[in-house]
């Protein structure tokens, strides 16, 4: 009762209460908590075929990691699915050197199967030739390449505590 009296004698409103996100630091360890809205709010989620045509370069993408990701020349590279407008659409989403090592550091790894959303904050939309997919699949010209860090959340990752998890991993 004392709660409800406080707020009404009161002349400013009720604070609204913002959730907090930990943000993974560059040794994968939490450094601290900051204060920020939820990168992965269904409003911020794009199409990729939109990111393709359109340059979209803010909000999110979800993707299904579809064959085992390979590293190689210093750049891991995820071959992603998703379903739009009931098609398959098939896109590579490419991590350099600094994502590499903040991904490891966090004890992050890709698997066939693993659901995730990615942020698209400062990320790199490359062109790119891609042979003609049969009529299940269309394969989109394109990689999106993160260089400096990367914000992603796993929906699903078979036996992992990940799932639900914001993982906001940058260099600095």
Not at 107 to 122: C, P, R, W, Y
Request: charged residues 30%; aromatic residues 6%.
């Amino acid at each position: 009762m004392k709660r409800a009296r406080r707020r009404i004698d009161s002349e400013e409103p009720p604070k609204k209460k913002q959730k907090t996100y930990s943000r993974a630091g560059s040794n994968g360890k939490d450094a601290g908590q900051r204060t920020t809205d939820n990168p992965f709010r269904e409003a911020l989620r794009r199409s990729v075929t939109d990111v393709c045509d359109q340059g979209i370069k803010e909000g999110f993408i979800k993707l299904i990691v579809a064959l085992k990701p390979v590293e190689h020349s210093g750049t891991l590279r995820v071959v992603g699915d998703v379903i739009e407008n009931g098609d398959l659409v098939r896109f590579e989403v490419a991590f350099l050197k600094t994502c590499i090592r903040l991904l490891a550091e966090a004890s992050v790894g890709f698997d066939m199967n693993d659901e995730v959303l990615i942020s698209l904050k400062d990320v790199h939309l490359e062109p790119k030739e891609v042979a003609r997919g049969g009529k299940s699949v269309k394969f989109l010209p394109m990689t999106l390449t993160f260089s400096k860090g990367v914000c992603l959340k796993f929906v699903y990752k078979k036996g992992s505590s990940l799932p639900g998890k914001l993982l906001d991993l940058w260099a600095g």
